[in-house]
């Protein structure tokens, strides 16, 4: 069964900072995709960035960009300039290719120091 | 309105009581989903119905009982809960494509006592 790890319960950043969230999977398929999401306080869920496996290139959302390591399996979240709004739990998901089911990390709570 | 939009917000119910939660979407699409979000706990998905067809039952004890009349509308019946039932339930729509971006609800976070 695939399966996606947070390690870090709860990070961090000074306010214009970068930060990197960590997400590691585990997976035997060739197609799938990743995904971090944010949720705020407020509870309501967003997509922040995804990543086609197949794709080389990493992607690419203004502040935000991941470091996709195939071989590795790592899937991190670079949050460049950090903003208060930025605080948030974020979660990294796995879907499989041609599946309607994503898997979720546990979320990790980041913290945005002014 | 648009997006995901969920009610109530918040429900307190006892063990024998019957509710049902609310899920409407207004972005046209096509499937539609049910989450149970628990402190400390990975998001586990409980229901997916596409095209008003359930495509997915992770193994949801049924006490818990979807519905999906439309592809605009998704259910869930509540009934006989137990207090570790208490959690956010989350709603999510999503048009079914290659890689599926799912738009969430803003949760009705549950209390059974």
């Known amino acids: 069964a695939q399966t996606v790890t947070q390690s870090q319960p709860e990070m961090s950043v000074q306010e214009a900072e970068t930060v990197t969230l960590s997400c590691t999977y585990d997976?035997?398929?060739?197609?799938?995709?990743l995904f971090w999401y944010k949720q705020p306080p407020s509870r309501q869920m967003i997509l922040v960035i995804r990543?086609?496996?197949?794709?080389?290139q990493n992607a690419t959302e203004n502040r935000f960009s991941v470091n996709f390591q195939k071989a590795a399996k790592s899937f991190s979240l670079k949050i460049s300039d950090s903003q208060l709004g930025d605080a948030a739990m974020y979660f990294c998901a796995y879907k499989r290719g041609g599946s309607e089911k994503l898997v979720f990390g546990k979320g990790t709570k980041l913290t945005v120091n002014p | 309105e648009t997006g995901v939009t969920q009610t109530p917000r918040h429900l307190v119910m006892g063990m024998t009581n019957k509710k049902s939660l609310k899920c409407e979407q207004h972005?046209?699409?096509?499937?539609m989903y049910w989450y149970k979000q628990s402190a400390k706990k990975p998001l586990e998905l409980m229901f997916v119905y596409n095209f008003k067809e359930q495509t997915e039952n992770n193994s949801v004890p049924s006490r818990f009982s979807p519905e999906c009349p439309n592809s605009s509308h998704l259910f869930l019946h509540l009934h006989t809960l137990q207090p570790e039932d208490s959690a956010l339930y989350l709603c999510a729509s999503s048009i079914p494509t290659s890689y599926n971006e799912q738009f969430f609800g803003p949760g009705t976070r549950l209390t059974v006592l």
């Open positions: 997976t035997s398929e060739s197609d799938y995709y």
């Open positions: 990543q086609e496996a197949y794709k080389q």
């Open positions: 972005l046209g699409h096509n499937a």
